[in-house]
C-alpha cells in the first residue's frame, strides 16, 4: 500500500446537469505527454465520500506512481454524503454516470501532460461496472480494466440496457480481474461476460483466482483481502496498461 496525504492530490469541482462532482486528481511529477487513467469508485465511498476511503485513494496514488495521470470522480453527487447507501443503489441512474464519467474524461484530458490518445479506464466493484459501461459508451479509451465488477447484467435506471449488452460497442481492449469464490458477480456470471465479449469480438483477457472472494484487493477489509491474488492482479494491470497504453511498468506493490 501507498501512503497518501493531501499533498498527493488536489480536487476541482466541474457541473454536471447542474449538479456539482467533485473530481480528485492524481498527477506524476514530470511534464513529458503521458498515459492517462480514469478511476470509477467502489460503493464504499458512496456514503461518506472518497476522502474518507484509504483504499481507494490508495489505489489512485498507485497508479500515479506508475506514471499514470489519474482522475477519480465523485459519481455520487446526485444525493448528499448523509443520504444512506440502499437509497443511491435504488435510485442509480447508468445514463447520469455516463454524464459522470464523460465529465471527468474531460478533465483527465485537459490536463496539460496527458496525451489524450493514451487513455484508459478502470474500477473495482461498482466502479468495475462503471468501467465496463464507460468503455462502451465512450470511444476515446484504449483500455479497460475491471475488477470484479458486479450487475453487469443488470439494467439500473429506466431506460437503461444492462451493459453486458453494451459489448457490442466496445472498442477497446479489457482485462477482467475476478475471485472464484465471488458471489457478485459468480463465476456463471464471469463466463456471461466472457461470452458477450467473445460474441463482440473485443479483445479481451480474464484472470480467476482460486480461494479469492468479492473485493480481494481490498486491504481495508481483513476478511475479503488475498494478498496473493490482490499482488498477482496488480502485477498484471499494470503491465496491461503498458501494453495498451505504452506507460512504464512500475514495481507492483509499491
Excluded at 127 to 132: D, E, K, N, Q, Y
Aim: hydrophobic share 40%; net charge negative; charged share 20%.
Amino acid at each position: 500500500m501507498t501512503s497518501v496525504s493531501k499533498d498527493d492530490y488536489h480536487i476541482e469541482t466541474v457541473d454536471v446537469q447542474g449538479s456539482p462532482m467533485e473530481v480528485f486528481i492524481f498527477q506524476p511529477t514530470g511534464e513529458l505527454p503521458r498515459a492517462g487513467l480514469l478511476l470509477c469508485q467502489h460503493l464504499p465511498v458512496a456514503h461518506a465520500g472518497i476522502e474518507t476511503d484509504p483504499y481507494q485513494l490508495d489505489t489512485a496514488a498507485r497508479f500515479a506512481s506508475a506514471g499514470y495521470a489519474v482522475v477519480l470522480p465523485f459519481m455520487f453527487h446526485w444525493w448528499g454524503k448523509s443520504v444512506d447507501m440502499q437509497t443511491k443503489r435504488d435510485e442509480w441512474r447508468d445514463d447520469r454516470a455516463v454524464a459522470d464519467m464523460n465529465a471527468g474524461l474531460a478533465v483527465l484530458r485537459g490536463l496539460p501532460a496527458v496525451d489524450a490518445g493514451r487513455l484508459g479506464i478502470v474500477g473495482h466493484c461498482w466502479g468495475g461496472r462503471m468501467a465496463w459501461l464507460g468503455a462502451a459508451t465512450n470511444p476515446a479509451y484504449r483500455a479497460c480494466a475491471v475488477f470484479y465488477g458486479g450487475r453487469i447484467k443488470q439494467a439500473m435506471g429506466a431506460g437503461t440496457p444492462p451493459p453486458i449488452d453494451l459489448a457490442r460497442d466496445m472498442r477497446c481492449a479489457l482485462a477482467g480481474f475476478f475471485g472464484n469464490e465471488d458471489q457478485n458477480p459468480t463465476p456463471a456470471d464471469v463466463n456471461d461476460y466472457e461470452a458477450a465479449l467473445k460474441a463482440a469480438a473485443v479483445h479481451y483477457t480474464f484472470h480467476r483466482y482460486d480461494g479469492a472472494g468479492h473485493g480481494f484487493q481490498t486491504f481495508t477489509d481483513a476478511e475479503r483481502y488475498h494478498q496473493q491474488a490482490s499482488d498477482d492482479a496488480w502485477d498484471k494491470v499494470l503491465r496491461f496498461f503498458d501494453d495498451t497504453l505504452g506507460q512504464p511498468v512500475a514495481a507492483a506493490g509499491t
